[in-house]
Structure formats: C-alpha cells, structure tokens
C-alpha cells in the first residue's frame, strides 16, 4: 500500500487526477478516512518520539512503528525550519497519541503560530502558495518535488525546457517578504515604481519577525534587500524582499 498525504479538499480532485494516469496496472485508488496525522515540530521533536534515531531520518523517510501502545506510520517531513514528524495513527488512537506527546513535553500550537513558522521556513503549501497552474520552478520545491533522474512523468517537457533552456530562469519566483505596518492580504498587489510586478499569496504577523508574507516576484526584483510596496488597501507599505 502507498499512502498518500494529500489536503483534505483536494482529495477527489487528486484521485480523479491519479485515475487519468493509471491503465493497465492492478492498483486500486481510494480516499482513506480511517487515518488521523498527528504532526511535531521542533528541536525536542526527534526525543518525543520514543527511543528510535529519527534525527538521522532524511526527509520523507517513514516506518511502521509502535507508539502509545498502537501500530502507526511515522515520517519526517521538516516545514518549519526545524525538525518535524508526522505521526499517521487509527482515528480511534488519535487522542491517545496527543496525551502521549503531550506527556513528554509537547505543547499545542495555534493555527496563527504555525502559518508564521510556515512562512519564516517560506515552506510554500498547496492550495494557498501554489495551484495547478503553478511551475515547481516557481514556488522553489524542486529540490524536495521533482525527480531530474527518473523516468517521464506529468510536467517534464516545461521542467526541462525552463532548465536547458532558459538555464533555470523563470518569469517569476516566490519570495518571502519583510513587509512594515500591517500584514497584506492574499492577492494583494505588489510594486516597483508604480509597476505591478507581483500578489502576495500568504501572511502572517512573526513575533520574531513582525509582518512577514510570501508571494510572486518578477524575476527582476527576487535579490534579497530589494524594496517593494504592497497594497494594504488604501495604502501602499514598504516591503523588502528577504
């Protein structure tokens, strides 16, 4: 069996997408709604775990493993910018996996709390920093999403027309960007000059950090320190690209 881990809204769109592709191969696709994912992020993560050597985990590696007494999926996926694992448990377990985490240390984090951690880790998500009509070139995923040494697969011929090509060069790039006053919006405009070069796809407000945002540049303006404006409505806020 190969799990998928897949937005929840996206479920049939993603198998009916997956059904186009399969011919003749004896493999049967199905949403499973019997699974619940219990995520930990941090640099603690790893020890919460149990007594396994999940910091040596590269990303993506996973395991059938016991925990809090019932059979789980364990995978490392980092999307913070700190060491996280995903813990796939029976919904019936769910509970009892949080007490268990919860027990050794962990404390919950607010939806606020981890949108900020996503956007300082500018750790694009689907549905939000990227569609269908995205390039993976554009959001920066490349590394963790193409294969350049595999076989064919959907989207190749633009991956490999932007690489040889156009040597890597896209017409536009998602950023992450240092924004002053208020947190811009999804889809608010961005400027140079007075030149739309860009929108905003997701923010936040980082107490580290203050407003933070991600969004598509113009491949001319994607040089950290480069000053923006973003539209707040009314007005127009200085931003920098970070």
């Known amino acids: 069996m190969i799990l998928l881990d897949v937005p929840a809204p996206d479920v049939i769109q993603i198998g009916d ?3 186009q592709f399969h011919f003749s191969e004896d493999v049967q696709i199905a949403a499973l709604d019997t699974l619940r994912s219990v995520w930990v992020h941090g640099p603690s993560a790893a020890r919460l ?15 059938r493993v016991e925990f809090a007494g019932a059979p789980v999926v364990l995978a490392r996926i980092d ?26 240390g962990a404390l ?14 500018r750790y694009p998500v689907f549905g939000v920093d990227m569609t269908s009509d995205s390039i993976p070139l554009e959001a920066g995923i490349e590394d963790r999403a193409i294969s350049l040494t595999k076989g064919c697969y959907v989207g190749q011929e633009v991956i490999i027309r932007v690489l040889h090509r156009g040597h890597g060069r896209v017409a536009r790039k998602l950023v992450q960007l240092q ?11 961005v400027f140079a000059g007075g030149r739309e070069i ?9 107490p580290r950090l203050g407003p933070i945002a991600l969004g598509y540049l113009h491949r001319d303006f994607l040089t950290p320190g ?12 200085r931003a920098v690209v970070s």
């Open 17 to 19: 997408r997956l059904e």
């Open 49 to 63: 775990l149990g007594d396994g050597d999940y910091n040596s985990w590269s990303q993506y590696q996973n395991a």
């Open 79 to 104: 999307q913070l910018g700190v060491p996280g694992f995903v813990i796939f448990a029976d919904a019936q377990q769910q509970d009892e996996v949080i007490r268990a985490i919860a027990a050794e």
């Open 108 to 121: 919950p984090a607010t939806p606020a709390t981890l949108e900020a951690a996503r956007i300082e880790a």
């Open 179 to 189: 924004v002053e006053g208020d947190a811009p919006l999804p889809h608010a405009k």
């Open 198 to 206: 860009g929108f905003i796809t997701s923010a936040a407000q980082s």
């Open 226 to 237: 480069t000053g923006v404006e973003v539209d707040l409505g009314d007005i127009r806020t």
